[in-house]
């Protein structure tokens, strides 16, 4: 069990630091232009609205479900 909970604890800690590393990518990309291996992320994160937005109902369903991963 306790190895179980030190595998949780990793990846808790790996899910912040890629959180914290794609909201630096974003600021990154919107501010410095076509700058290597963050150029791509604004553009992905509209892709990703866009495509949620044309699906409705499901596309608000798996919103909230992305949105409780989070939490």
């Known amino acids: 069990m306790k190895m179980l ?6 990846i808790n800690s790996l899910t912040t630091v890629v959180i914290s590393l794609l909201g630096l990518g974003i600021v990154v990309s919107l501010l410095g232009g076509n700058v290597p291996f963050v150029s791509g992320i604004a553009d992905n994160i ?3 609205v866009q495509s949620l937005g044309d699906a409705g109902i499901v596309g608000l369903i798996a919103a909230i479900i992305i949105l409780g991963f989070y939490k």
């Open 5 to 10: 909970s030190g595998f949780s604890g990793t």
């Open 46 to 48: 509209v892709g990703l």
